[in-house]
Structure formats: structure tokens, C-alpha cells
């Protein structure tokens, strides 16, 4: 296996006391029709990422709608909140080591994830994995994109009296909604087009900003209840017992789907990281620790809001707009927009943007990308992937943990077993080179992924519901029967199985050591 690795660093490529590799001067293949600019490795000098960069921005991402209402989906199911709270944690606990598994590249070298992903699929054959995180992002953008555009129309119908809500419809839906849906989509990819830099400074203030927010609705609703209220002492109509299994592990599956897409292209930032330590505390400090702590918020929130209302408003934004002070609407508008922004444009349009450019560097910059994923957010329907718990973490999340865990288990094998952590970058632009393989492809990777893929989903089922229809699009026995018992492991399955396989089937493979 260690032949795999050259002996040696190679001359184009010099390493500073942290460990930290950059391409020497003139060395980086710009005329490569793999490269352009916004592929290249960040020079040194550039990667000024720190520990509370990392932090703030998991602190942002995390502090959005979905995340708050990812409990709700598992109380809806049958759990009571502590097994929710149990759930998301663990979840997020096990969805941090690929993270910083796959985000270690990042600081070392310098890349983004399409270009660490040729290291294992070869320069062509990473679109594949770059196109799957794509699309996934796609689908995530559109789904913020429309949760952020149905909060602000919510807000504004009450500050209007509810004039919004009764004005004219289109596809079923009032045309201020449409409207608010719009302008946001075209606030967020004004905000990309500044640039990383900017992503930076606004992830920055936007952290301490939504937690502030998020603080200032548990007190509010606090005062009003005078406590918390009878939420708390539900309890979980599965118990511990053999009802609540079958439930737990998709629904633990799910939850680690929900930033699966993240343990791929976390290199994406960490390219910018001034060290591994900063991304390894930043990651560690910033996403297990927020997704818990803003799970127990939410909890307290609509226990809260029972006491208040007379019933469990699990919706930050239906709750908000339950005040009748003008000022608390504006605040409450003014952090779902910021909460909402800050996650989308950071998880799921800096992704796409980057592996579009990858898919055609030559006509596809990161802002062409970032929007082209504008556009097939819009155009994938999000309001119905979210349409029901079933469907949104089963489905959606279950199916996307699945095939985005089956491309984390290639990747960690490849650079943490395979090459030891290292790369040779001026080859990761250069056909002909190390990570050329077969016309481009590794035919290793693409075998792996497959059958990863297909254990991991090919079981994927559809719950049946009391009147005895389906509550998602696939079949109820699964789409391959024997491997239905598989479908509530997915993402680990995947991982595993495809880590596994690769390791084995690269096990033979002599690279060129020529420098």
C-alpha cells in the first residue's frame, strides 16, 4: 500500500514549519484545461481562516429554520424531545469526524473539494462526486431559499394586516409569497458575487447577531409563559423499547444527512484555514455543540409557546408572528433573514459554485456557478421535498446521507489510507500525470462508489401510512427488496462499504514515483 505514495517531495511544491504545501512559483499548470483561478491552491500567505472563522460560521449555519425544526420533525414521529435532542447530538457528534477527516486537505494543500476528489477519481471522473454535491446543494438552496422567503411573507403579512396573505394567487400560493421568494434568491447571489472574503467577514457578525435573536425569543416567550409548559413532560409515545429502534436509527441517519453534504466539501473553507488546528478546534467548537444547544432552545421555545397558545408552534417565524409589537416583527424578520442567509450561501451555494467550475473551468467561474445553482434551486420545487416529515427526513435526507456518505468513505480512504495525506498538486491540474489513470478516470473510485451507492440506497422504502397509502415515492418492500434492511444504515453503510472496497481494490496499484 505504501507504495502508492512517492518517496519524497516533488520540486514544483514546498512545504512552510506548519506543514502548509503550496505549488512554487510558476509551477501551477494555468493553461490546463482542469485549471483556472478560482481551482487553484490558496497560496499560503492567503490562508488566514482562524479558530473562531470556523466557529462562527458552523455557529450561523446551524442557527437556521431547519435546524430548529429538526426536533419537531422527530416529535412528529413519535419521540420525546429528550430522545430528540439525544438523536440530533449523537448525529452531529459522528457527522464531525469525516468533517474533519476530509477537511484536513484543506489548510495542508490548499484545494477545494472537486480538485482533492480528483486525487481518487481521477481529473474527470470527479465531476462525478462534484455533480452529487451539486445537485444536493441545488436542492438545499432551493429548500432555505423558500423556508427564508415564506418567513419574511409571513412577517410581512402581519405587518400589513394580513393583506398579504389574501392577495391574488399563483400555483396556488398568494403572488407576495412568489415575491419575497424572489428577492431573497437575488439577495443571496448579490452577496456571493463579493467573494469568500467577504463570506468571511459576513459569517463573522451574522453568529453573535441569530444568537442574539434566537436568546431574545426565549425570553420573550419565557416571560409570557411564566415557565415552560407541559412539552417537557410528554411523554415519547415510543418509549425505549422496540418501538422507538426502528424510528431512531433512519431517523439518525437523516440527521447526519442534514450536513453530510458538508463532511465532502468542507475543504471548501479550510482551504482558507491558517492551520489544522484552527479548522480541527473551529469545526469541533462550532457544529456539534450549536445543533445541540439550538435543539434544546427550540424545545424550550415551543414548550413555551404551548403554555402561551394552547399549542406546540415549533415554527420560529408562526411563532414570532403571534407578537403585535412592530418592532419585535422587524427584529424577528431582520434574524430570519440573516439566520437564513448565512447558512444557504455558506453550505449550499459556495459548494455548487465550485464544482460547476470544475465541471468546465475554462467557461465556468465561481460566479457563473454560484448562479447556475441560483437557478436550478428555483427550478427543482423545493416547497416539495419539505412537504412531510416522512418525505423530508427519510426521504430527502435519508437518500442524500446515503450516496454523499458512500463519496466521504472513497475520499477518507484515499488520502488518509491510500496516500498517507499526501498529494502532489501541480498533477491534480496536469493530464498525463499521477491522477490521470485511465483517460482521466479511475475505474477503482467509480466501482467503490456504485456498489457503495447501491447498498447504501437500494433499499430505500416508503412508510405506509393508516389508510394504507405510501407516505414517500418509493416502493413499500423497497426499491431492492433484500436490501431494504440496509435502508435505515445508509450513510453508514455507504461509508464503510465504499472505504473498504476502495482500499481493497487499490491495494495493487503502483503509481508513477517520478516527481
Request: hydrophobic share 50%.
Amino acid at each position: 500500500m505504501t507504495n502508492t505514495v512517492p518517496k519524497g517531495s516533488p520540486i514544483s511544491q514546498s512545504a512552510d514549519s506548519g506543514g502548509r504545501i503550496e505549488l512554487a512559483p510558476q509551477a501551477y499548470p494555468a493553461d490546463s484545461p482542469f485549471a483556472n483561478e478560482d481551482l487553484r491552491p490558496v497560496p499560503v500567505a492567503e490562508r488566514k481562516w482562524t479558530t473562531y472563522n470556523f466557529a462562527a460560521l458552523w455557529i450561523s449555519m446551524a442557527h437556521c429554520i431547519p435546524s430548529w425544526t429538526l426536533a419537531s420533525g422527530l416529535v412528529a414521529l413519535g419521540m420525546d424531545w429528550k430522545q430528540a435532542v439525544f438523536t440530533i447530538a449523537l448525529a452531529n457528534v459522528i457527522v464531525l469526524l469525516p468533517m474533519l477527516a476530509t477537511g484536513h486537505a484543506g489548510p495542508k494543500y490548499g484545494i477545494p473539494f472537486p480538485v482533492l476528489a480528483r486525487a481518487s477519481f481521477g481529473l474527470r471522473g470527479a465531476n462525478i462526486p462534484a455533480m452529487i454535491r451539486a445537485a444536493v446543494a441545488c436542492g438545499w438552496f432551493g429548500i432555505q431559499t423558500w423556508i427564508g422567503g415564506s418567513g419574511i411573507f409571513a412577517l410581512g403579512s402581519k405587518l400589513t394586516g394580513g393583506h398579504w396573505e389574501n392577495a391574488g394567487q399563483i400555483a396556488g400560493n398568494p403572488w407576495p409569497l412568489w415575491l419575497c421568494f424572489i428577492l431573497f434568491w437575488a439577495v443571496q447571489i448579490a452577496i456571493i458575487y463579493r467573494g469568500m472574503d467577504f463570506l468571511r467577514h459576513f459569517e463573522n457578525w451574522a453568529a453573535p447577531f441569530v444568537i442574539v435573536g434566537a436568546l431574545v425569543l426565549l425570553v420573550w416567550i419565557a416571560v409570557k409563559a411564566d415557565g415552560f409548559g407541559a412539552l417537557l413532560d410528554q411523554p415519547s409515545k415510543l418509549g425505549w423499547g422496540p418501538d422507538f429502534w426502528p424510528v431512531f436509527f433512519p431517523s439518525l441517519m437523516g440527521m447526519i444527512g442534514f450536513w453530510a453534504t458538508l463532511s465532502l466539501n468542507i475543504p471548501d473553507f479550510t482551504r482558507f484555514g491558517a492551520s489544522q488546528r484552527a479548522q480541527t478546534w473551529g469545526q469541533s467548537l462550532g457544529l456539534p455543540t450549536t445543533m445541540t444547544l439550538f435543539a434544546i432552545l427550540a424545545v424550550l421555545v415551543t414548550s413555551g409557546s404551548e403554555v402561551v397558545y394552547g399549542e406546540a408552534i415549533w415554527d420560529p417565524v408562526a411563532l414570532a408572528a403571534k407578537t403585535d409589537s412592530a418592532f419585535g416583527l422587524l427584529f424577528a424578520l431582520v434574524v430570519v433573514l440573516i439566520a437564513t442567509i448565512s447558512v444557504n450561501i455558506a453550505a449550499n451555494v459556495v459548494s455548487p459554485a465550485y464544482d460547476l467550475a470544475n465541471l468546465a473551468p475554462k467557461l465556468i467561474n465561481f460566479r457563473t456557478g454560484a448562479l447556475i445553482t441560483g437557478v436550478v434551486g428555483i427550478l427543482i420545487f423545493p416547497w416539495k421535498l419539505i412537504s412531510t416529515p416522512e418525505f423530508y427526513i427519510f426521504t430527502w435526507l435519508g437518500v442524500v446521507g446515503g450516496l454523499l456518505g458512500t463519496v466521504a468513505g472513497i475520499l477518507i480512504a484515499d488520502y488518509w489510507i491510500v496516500r498517507r495525506t499526501v498529494l502532489h498538486l501541480a498533477d491534480l491540474y496536469t493530464p498525463g500525470g499521477r491522477y490521470w489513470y485511465s483517460s482521466g478516470w479511475n475505474w477503482r473510485a467509480i466501482a467503490a462508489f456504485v456498489v457503495g451507492g447501491v447498498l447504501a440506497v437500494g433499499g430505500s422504502y416508503s412508510g405506509v401510512g393508516a389508510d394504507g397509502s405510501k407516505t414517500g415515492p418509493f416502493p413499500a418492500d423497497g426499491l431492492i427488496p433484500f436490501l431494504k434492511p440496509l435502508a435505515d444504515y445508509g450513510w453508514a453503510v455507504g461509508l464503510g462499504t465504499s472505504l473498504v472496497l476502495y482500499v481493497v481494490l487499490m491495494g495493487g496499484r503502483k503509481e508513477r514515483a517520478d516527481a
